[in-house]
């Protein structure tokens, strides 16, 4: 079955950083494109970041500057290193798949809770 554990949220101060992690199992990982989503409340899903099985990424223009997406295929794992946090970062963050034509296809986690507050 598959599985999409995120972890590493947090409170942290506006201009604070943060790394999320996405365990990924169930899937051959390797072959995937995959992304980084947030839901504030009362928001859509969105789109911040996707990095295909080569390693190419793009960026949400929100998040272009402060956000790198990265991923380890020997530990089906899926990162997200966020600087320079604003409080309009404050969201539940998601990995699921990320190319343009299979995007979100899993069922998704439970996702992080990122807060920036002072």
């Known amino acids: 079955q598959v599985q999409l554990v995120e972890s590493g949220g947090g409170l942290v101060q506006p201009g604070g950083s943060l790394r999320l992690s996405c365990a990924a199992s169930g899937y051959i990982f390797s072959l995937y494109a995959m992304g980084w989503y947030r839901q504030a409340p009362g928001k859509q899903r969105e789109l911040v970041a996707t990095i295909t099985s080569a390693g190419r990424t793009n960026v949400a223009d929100s998040v272009k500057g402060r956000f790198t997406i990265s991923r380890d295929n020997a530990k089906n794992t899926v990162y997200l290193q966020m600087n320079n946090l604003k409080p309009e970062d404050t969201a539940v963050y998601y990995c699921?798949?990320?190319?343009?034509?299979?995007?979100?296809?899993?069922?998704w986690g439970q996702g992080t809770q990122v807060t920036v507050s002072s």
């Open positions: 699921n798949t990320g190319s343009s034509t299979a995007k979100g296809l899993l069922d």
